[in-house]
């Protein structure tokens, strides 16, 4: 495959640089070969000692300008294409390298204690708090969030979302007992007199009825009587009747402790007990409620609650003055002002990162450096070499300039003290 077609933009930077690079250090070997040649001729023309410390030198250089080009060269391809024992090292050796890799990320970069630290150093919690408590960046945050809801509205099915409510509802209702709840909620009620605004409200309903359907109580108690009886006197038993439940009525909304009322609170105290120890009754309830709960229009009531949480949750996401935002907004502020100033929290909450980024790297520590190890080996053996020396070619190229270099400083150095002490 042709590895240029591959390279990307920066790929192809890096490549021309490279070329410069081995360009400059192939041109330097070339230099001190022709150096070590003239220096060479001009000794053997008797020149002088000098010939012989400058072709010492160029030799050296010579010799370790060949040697550092050999090892870098090894790196990536067998030199000169020869089958060269330990050569080619990447290609030959990319997935063992892969392997060592992902041990070392493992071992330096994953180990529990060195995660540990590193959060530690971090101290997360009070950056989090400095940037939490900046309006602008709460802001932020508050949008992030609306936009977050209602991206998640907007993913849920309504019919899904009915269905699922319907469900839960109408199974939590039929799972827990009402009686006793009504029971201890009803005699609660009655002990603390709470009962006694509605009874005032019925007691005072009921005498204005009967004041304002006078004719219908006496034509009720017309209709009831014997047909032997006289008209008249049906009428004035009626009227006899009607003014005695009138007054009945009046003194019961006027006397709060007329006999009718207190009968009627311990009516109602006695089904509040029935309603929690009476077998009886507390199944006659929960029948009663299970009836209630399976009508359709109940599960259409339960179904239609989320058009109107979802409707609400909408118009306070979109609004940016709404008081769901706006209290969002200043629970934020308040957060980042709590994790700045206090310690404990900050503290217990970088605790708490800790703990939970130890436990990814324990329990998942072989995923994440198989991510490395998968990676390398998938690639292609020339196309990593290829890559690899693109990355890091360029610096290997001053190993070769450096050798040249250092390579003759210690020709001539060798050759002076061998001259020196020979002679």
């Not at 890799?101 to 180990?111: H, I, K, P, W």
């Not at 699922?164 to 509802?169: F, K, L, N, T, Y």
């Not at 109408?170 to 009962?195: C, F, M, S, W, Y």
């Not at 709960?293 to 259409?300: I, K, M």
């Amino acid at each position: 495959m042709d590895q240029t077609t591959t390279l990307t933009a920066a790929d192809a930077a890096k490549q021309r640089a490279l070329r410069r690079m081995k360009a400059l250090a192939t041109s330097l070997l070339a230099v001190v070969a022709a150096g070590y040649a003239l220096t060479t001729w001009a000794e053997h023309r008797g020149a002088g000692a000098w010939a012989g410390y400058l072709s010492a030198a160029f030799e050296a250089g010579m010799v370790g300008a060949l040697a550092d080009w050999f090892a870098v060269t090894a790196l990536f391809r067998r030199p000169l294409g020869l089958p060269i024992p330990h050569t080619a090292i990447i290609p030959t050796r990319k997935d063992q390298l892969g392997q060592s890799l992902g041990d070392f990320v493992g071992e330096n970069f994953l180990a529990p204690e060195v995660v540990r630290d590193k959060l530690r150093s971090a101290a997360l919690a009070r950056r989090l708090g400095a940037w939490l408590s900046r309006p602008e960046n709460a802001d932020r945050v508050t949008a992030e969030l609306a936009a977050a809801v209602r991206a998640g509205l907007a993913v849920l099915r309504d019919s899904d979302v009915r269905a699922v409510m319907g469900e839960a509802i109408t199974r939590r209702a039929q799972e827990r007992e009402i009686a006793p709840v009504l029971g201890r909620l009803l005699a609660k009620t009655v002990a603390d007199n709470g009962h006694r605004r509605l009874v005032d409200l019925l007691c005072a309903h009921a005498h204005d009825w009967l004041l304002q359907h006078r004719e219908t109580v006496l034509a009720a108690i017309e209709g009831g009587a014997p047909g032997w009886t006289p008209r008249f006197v049906d009428r004035r038993i009626g009227e006899r009747v009607y003014r005695e439940l009138l007054r009945f009525a009046a003194e019961t909304r006027d006397s709060p402790g007329h006999p009718a009322r207190t009968a009627f609170d311990r009516l109602l105290a006695d089904f509040a007990e029935r309603l929690q120890h009476d077998a009886a009754t507390r199944e006659r309830v929960e029948k009663a409620k299970s009836e209630l709960v399976a009508r359709p229009e109940v599960q259409d009531l339960i179904s239609s609650a989320w058009s109107a949480v979802r409707g609400m949750l909408l118009a306070a996401a979109e609004d940016e003055r709404s008081a769901l935002r706006l209290r969002a907004r200043a629970s934020v502020l308040t957060l980042g002002a709590r994790l700045s100033s206090d310690s404990r929290l900050a503290a217990k909450l970088d605790g708490w990162v800790s703990d939970a980024a130890i436990h990814v790297v324990s329990g998942y520590r072989a995923e994440i450096t198989s991510l490395i190890t998968d990676t390398v080996a998938a690639w292609d053996a020339r196309t990593t070499s290829r890559k690899i020396e693109l990355h890091i070619g360029r610096d290997l190229q001053f190993i070769r300039l450096n050798g040249t270099v250092i390579g003759a400083l210690a020709g001539l150095l060798i050759h002076t003290l061998t001259t020196a002490f020979g002679a």
